[in-house]
């Protein structure tokens, strides 16, 4: 069963629900007032008879057994019935002494009726009648209407009412269907470009509009498909670089190495022929093991372990380890730390990998700087910013936003994975890096580290 069917489905049983509990309760409440209201008429109706009662001496009485009697007479209001009785519970059946009419009060005949039994009716054991009892002053007054006739009138009212609430209800819930479809559309759509995404068109992945808490998976979707879809292409190109990576230094090792079977070089050429193999096969080496710490920082957890590393002694030791690159080149290293001598620039990092972060960006600086690298550590707006800086050309535009890819590499490059590792280590350490040319000339990279809490 489809969502959209689910939804009106289970709206519509809880509208019924809603409705009956609805119903039933509008039963009890309008029966119970017709009945108050009955018994507050039938109290008035008493009160206005009683006065209206003289005493009349000259009538003799007439009554019947105590047992049961036909009603005799009713007062000029449809369906109410009156019973006179005198001091001692006897039913008066003709004029009674002591009692007359005054000319204000209107007396019909009674037409034959079911017998009543006034002590069954006074003690409450009676429920078809609802009654008030008037004391006189030679007896009794009984005031009494059937509850039947309540519960008709109360049926009617409650049957138009049932009818209201069931066109109502109606329209509610082909109201609530259609409002339901508007909703449950854009999920619907939603579905179709997931089916894209489970298929892999991740390029064929649409936005789908729409509104609050729905808009906001949409757009998720739309932004996971885009990264898929670049990711899914970065992952071709290398491929595609990778075994033109590979292939380019074996088929420098493969050549010579027949050359040298075959007699092509002999003497000095066998040599160099041979430096050039084992020139070629480290240049394999680091490739592949730079290749292999790169798939290990996009899948295993395991590889990094977080401790408290202090910045400026990081920063002293990658001076140290790249000092004879820059000593070689005649270039001019700066460091500056701006930090506390109570609150040192600490970070949670894995040391060993953020180290080989921090020498693969200088020594990417010290390879096109002119004359100096300047490194400065400091912190800002709550993290550790350690920028490297050179004098050297700067980044060409075009190669700006792709700097940080795989085998994306400058004129004088190497393997063109270092700073493909460098961001893939910052960024396992919960930070950014980032790459720009200073106005002054010379490029600029800027690592962001969360500091330590």
């Not at 009984?142 to 049932?162: C, F, H, M």
């Not at 739309?222 to 380019?248: C, M, P, W």
């Not at 493969?254 to 070089?265: H, K, L, P, S």
């Not at 020594?363 to 100096?372: H, L, P």
Request: aromatic share 4%; net charge neutral; proline share 4%.
């Amino acid at each position: 069963m489809k969502l959209l069917h689910q939804i009106i489905l289970a709206f519509g049983l809880l509208l019924v629900l809603v409705l009956g509990m609805t119903a039933l309760l509008i039963h009890y409440v309008l029966q119970d007032h017709l009945i108050g209201t009955q018994k507050q008429e039938l109290t008035k109706m008493g009160a206005t008879l009683s006065s209206q009662l003289s005493v009349n001496d000259a009538q003799p009485i007439q009554t019947t057994g105590a047992a049961s009697i036909s009603l005799t007479a009713v007062p000029a209001v449809s369906g109410v019935e009156a019973i006179l009785s005198d001091a001692d519970g006897n039913i008066v059946t003709g004029p009674v002494p002591g009692f007359s009419l005054t000319e204000s009060t209107s007396v019909q005949p009674l037409a034959t009726a079911e017998p009543v039994a006034l002590q069954a009716l006074w003690e409450g054991k009676d429920n078809r009648y609802i009654y008030s009892v008037n004391t006189l002053p030679e007896g009794t007054l009984t005031l009494l209407t059937p509850v039947s006739k309540i519960n008709a009138i109360e049926r009617a009212l409650l049957g138009k009412l049932l009818i209201v609430l069931g066109v109502g209800g109606t329209l509610v819930l082909l109201l609530s269907a259609l409002i339901t479809q508007k909703l449950i559309r854009p999920l619907m759509e939603l579905q179709k470009e997931l089916k894209k995404v489970k298929a892999r068109h991740f390029a064929e992945v649409k936005l789908v509009k729409a509104g609050g808490e729905i808009g906001a998976v949409a757009q998720t979707v739309h932004e996971l498909a885009g990264e898929l879809d670049r990711y899914n292409r970065v992952q071709k190109e290398f491929i595609q670089n990778a075994s033109h990576e590979l292939k380019t230094p074996l088929m420098s090792i493969a050549g010579y190495a027949e050359g040298i079977r075959d007699g092509v070089f002999e003497g000095e050429g066998t040599r160099k022929g041979l430096d050039i193999i084992l020139s070629e096969s480290g240049r394999l080496k680091r490739i592949v093991t730079e290749m292999t710490l790169l798939a290990k920082l996009d899948s295993e957890e395991d590889i990094f372990r977080p401790a408290a590393v202090n910045i400026k002694e990081m920063l002293e030791e990658t001076v140290e380890r790249i000092n004879p690159l820059v000593v070689a080149k005649g270039l001019e290293l700066r460091t500056a730390c701006r930090e506390e001598a109570r609150n040192p620039l600490m970070v949670s990092v894995d040391r060993d990998k953020l180290l080989q972060a921090l020498l693969n960006v200088v020594s990417n600086a010290a390879r096109y700087a002119n004359r100096c690298i300047a490194i400065e550590a400091r912190m800002e707006d709550g993290g550790i910013i350690i920028s490297i800086a050179d004098d050297g050309k700067g980044i060409p535009e075009q190669l700006l936003p792709h700097l940080f890819h795989r085998f994306v590499k400058g004129k004088d490059g190497e393997t063109g994975l270092g700073l493909a590792i460098s961001r893939a280590i910052v960024e396992r350490c919960g930070g950014r890096i980032k790459a720009g040319n200073r106005s002054e000339g010379g490029a600029v990279f800027s690592l962001r580290l969360p500091a330590a809490a």
